[in-house]
């Protein structure tokens, strides 16, 4: 079932690396895979040697809706067959293996693999058990390690925690826009509404002796004045800040029900004598 920020009436984005998971044990992880990859438009999924029955209803769940992912997905007996056709290829390790390959991080992976990818090259990701994780002969078989900035008291990742960090990586080299922007729904506040607002505030202020020591005044009216400045105020702000201090200074509104009833009570009484 989709989850919330699933939206199908946008484009999705699609290719990237190859996910290639060794050995996977649990058909919910393949599942959570499969929406970290959907989640960073990866759409190609290879699975070696999967356990067991893997495609089952929790699978599915697992995926919140990255369906296409799972349905699309390859099983391979071996590694040396699942990338095959592959030209370049990263294995996943949080430990040092002591093969002398060079170790990146997705800082660094992420516009390497971009630039692969772009001139024609088929790249991939391998990733190892859950309870395990890739073992030597597995990394042996990649160029390079990918590794990531983890605190090395605790490096465990989850199987899905470690493909999102890769899709990450994958779409962050693009620079790619955020899904959505911060909408301004007022326009800024003229200086004139701003300076209007300061000058009542001030004689409120004054009025309940807030400028005290006298001669401290014009540095606590700077003071005042740079904060409000500082929020970059917008016309609904200063409308709101205004009413707030009316409020304050006036007390509360008469309830509206005692102010529409007001004109016939006093009509009531003109006509009873009761002036």
Do not use: C
């Not at 990859?37 to 029955?53: I, S």
Request: charged share 25%.
């Amino acid at each position: 079932m989709p989850g919330a920020g699933t939206d199908h009436t946008r484009a999705a984005l699609s290719g990237g690396p190859v996910v290639i998971l060794v050995e996977p044990q649990l058909g919910e992880n393949i599942g959570m895979a499969a929406r970290a990859m959907a989640n960073f438009g990866l759409t190609e999924m290879r699975l070696v040697r999967p356990r067991g029955k893997w495609m089952h209803q929790k699978t599915r769940a697992a995926a919140a809706g990255a369906d296409y992912v799972l349905d699309a997905a390859r099983v391979f007996d071996t590694l040396k067959e699942a990338m095959a056709d592959l030209h370049f290829v990263y294995a996943t390790t949080a430990r040092e293996r002591g093969q002398g390959k060079p170790v990146v991080g997705p800082e660094e992976a992420g516009p390497v693999m971009r630039g692969r990818i772009g001139n024609g090259e088929k790249v991939g990701i391998l990733f190892g058990r859950e309870r395990t994780g890739l073992e030597n002969d597995d990394i042996a078989a990649a160029d390079e390690i990918l590794t990531y900035p983890v605190n090395p008291a605790y490096a465990s990742l989850n199987l899905a925690q470690a493909v999102l960090i890769a899709g990450y990586a994958w779409q962050a080299a693009a620079k790619a826009p955020l899904p959505f922007e911060r909408k301004v729904k007022w326009p800024p506040a003229a200086r004139e509404m701003v300076l209007s607002f300061f000058e009542y505030l001030e004689d409120r202020l004054e009025e309940r002796g807030f400028f005290r020591p006298e001669h401290k005044r014009p540095v606590m009216s700077r003071n005042l004045r740079n904060m409000f400045h500082r929020m970059a105020l917008s016309e609904q702000d200063v409308r709101t800040l205004r009413g707030m201090v009316v409020r304050l200074v006036e007390g509360p509104r008469e309830p509206q029900t005692k102010r529409r009833n007001r004109p016939k009570a006093a009509a009531a009484k003109t006509e009873t004598g009761e002036a």
